[in-house]
């Protein structure tokens, strides 16, 4: 991160996806997982109605400050996993969150909306609000005090955005300033993408572009020969991972996010499916 106050840099492992999306897609969106689909996924009929749901809304007005970094489309979304975040459909509109805003990575795919305010000579005037989506991390800098270069160290609540977000609501010399900001929906084009890398051993899967409330808590897969419903284990950010057996099986994946909503995705993979592919299911609203 480099800023005229010091701020922190981060960085980003860079991935190839290939893409590779099925023609037909059918899916289920619940509020809880015991709603989702049943396990017996391989029947004839494939068509799964989608369930009345409760879309996500926007929260309460909060008080933090903002700070930028520099960087690109392949180090803004590092410590989330998103290794391109232009790529992924996140666009430069991002943030990196202050350690108490970023929960272990949980907060990763967020969005927010902030308004820079309270400062005549920081903000730039008539901006709307700007809306972000979470994708990395600002660690904490304990060598600096939390008021004076430490924005990122606990329990502050602070927004590192990628400098060309930053520079849409406030002027490059203030370096810092007073936001209010929000969580709000998270609204995408497409479904939830699926990438699963790895070996026949191990499979680390990126979950992304995800709808509603954006952050994923948890993933589920099950196979549609001997694979039964199986839980993922964060990784990191937004890679989940597994020692199942998943090659050569036909995939369902169901995600739930923090508001307790659920998407199953059903055959979203076929059982011809390869390494580094990704393929794409039902979205959240």
Known sequence: ??????????????????????????????????????????????????????????????QAY???YEGGSGTFGGACGYEDVVKDGYGLDTAALSTALFNQGQTCGACYEIKCVDSPKGCKPGQPSLFVTATD?????????????????????????????????????????????????????????????????????????????????????KGEDKLQWTDLKRNWGQKWETNAMLLGETLTFRVKTSDGRSSTSLRVVPNKWQLGQTFEGKNLA
Request: with cysteine.
């Open 66 to 68: 903002a700070t930028f």
């Open 137 to 221: 991390h600002c660690p904490p800098n304990y060598n600096l005090p939390s008021d004076n270069g430490g924005w990122c160290n606990p329990p502050r609540e602070h927004f590192d955005l990628a400098k060309p977000a930053y520079l849409k609501m406030a002027e490059y010399t203030a370096g810092i300033v007073p936001v209010q900001y929000r969580r709000v929906p998270c609204k995408k084009q497409g479904g939830i993408r699926f990438t699963i890398t790895g070996n026949p051993y191990f499979y680390l899967i990126k979950v992304w572009n995800v709808g509603g409330a954006g952050d994923v808590v948890g993933v589920q897969v």
């Open 1 to 62: 991160m480099a800023n005229p106050l010091g701020a922190l840099m981060t960085s980003s492992l860079l991935f190839l996806v290939v893409f590779a999306l099925p023609n037909h897609v059918h899916a289920e969106i619940n509020t809880s997982w015991k709603h989702a689909a049943p396990n017996n996924v391989g029947g004839a009929d494939k068509t799964v109605p989608i369930h009345q749901h409760t879309p996500f809304t926007p929260g309460q007005w909060k």
